[in-house]
């Protein structure tokens, strides 16, 4: 018996794609779920390990949707190995339950182990590089120089601005954002 297993990683992901690739593959049987590789806790993959007997396959859309690392793959196909389980990469064409096919999967496993880490540190060295030339990557700053002096200003200005609320607006910034730059006693002794 196939029994097919389907994630995303993020919630505006769709499995789709990989559930019809899993049914015309044959499978009879699809879990799916919406949860990061590197996620431990993935309960739809515990489950369908746990349905499955000896001699099933399990079926996947790509060796990346059963784990994130080379070491999780490995252990989850020993552990399927062990129990007299095969494993299906549809689009990497995988097959553990042949010699050739067990071959492929550790060749398959270290080379995207080796590309993510190749992601990985290339991401790093870009930063490291835009840092050393000025630039820091995340959102820009909204709480300006200009406008934490405004905002101080209309602190003062309790006549204009009796609620911090009406700061808020007139800043069009967050009200998170405001307290993080004037907590509770600095906006006290302004005021006072």
Same mark, same amino acid.
């Given at each position: 018996? #196939?029994?097919?297993y389907a994630?995303v990683? &993020?919630? @505006?992901?769709n499995?789709?794609?990989?559930i019809d690739?899993l049914?015309?593959?044959g499978?009879?049987? =699809?879990? &799916?779920?919406?949860v990061?590789?590197a996620? #431990?806790?993935?309960?739809q993959?515990?489950? !369908?390990l746990?349905?499955m007997?000896e001699g099933?396959?399990?079926v ?6 059963? !784990?994130r ?5 490995i252990n989850?196909?020993k552990?399927l ?7 299906q990469? =549809?689009?990497? #064409?995988i @097959? &553990? ?8 999967? /550790?060749?398959? !496993?270290a080379?995207d182990?080796?590309q993510?880490e190749i992601i990985?540190e290339n991401t790093k060295?870009?930063?490291? &590089?835009a840092r050393? /030339?000025?630039?820091?990557g995340?959102r820009?700053?909204i709480?300006?120089?200009e406008k =934490?002096?405004?905002? /101080?200003a209309?602190? #003062?200005?309790t006549?204009?601005?009796?609620? +911090? ?7 069009? =910034?967050?009200?998170?954002t ?8 600095k +906006? ?5």
């Open positions: 018996m #196939k029994i097919g994630r990683s &993020t919630l @505006d992901q499995t789709q794609l990989q690739a049914k015309e593959a499978c009879s049987k =699809i879990f &799916t779920e919406k990061s590789g996620d #431990k806790n993935r309960r993959l515990k489950e !369908a746990d349905y007997r099933d396959t399990l996947v859309w790509k060796l990346s949707r059963l !784990a690392s080379l070491t999780q793959v989850t196909v552990d190995e062990t129990r007299n389980i095969g494993l990469a =549809i689009t990497q #064409k @097959d &553990t339950t042949t010699p050739e096919g067990r071959l492929f999967f /550790h060749m398959n !496993a080379f182990q080796f993510r990985v060295a870009g930063l490291k &590089t050393k /030339h000025g630039r820091i995340g820009p700053q709480m300006n120089d =934490i002096r405004a905002a /101080h209309m602190l #003062k200005d006549d204009s601005y009796p609620f +911090i609320s009406d700061i808020i607006k007139a800043l069009h =910034i967050g009200r998170t405001f307290y993080r730059h004037f907590p509770p006693e +906006i006290e002794n302004i005021r006072s």
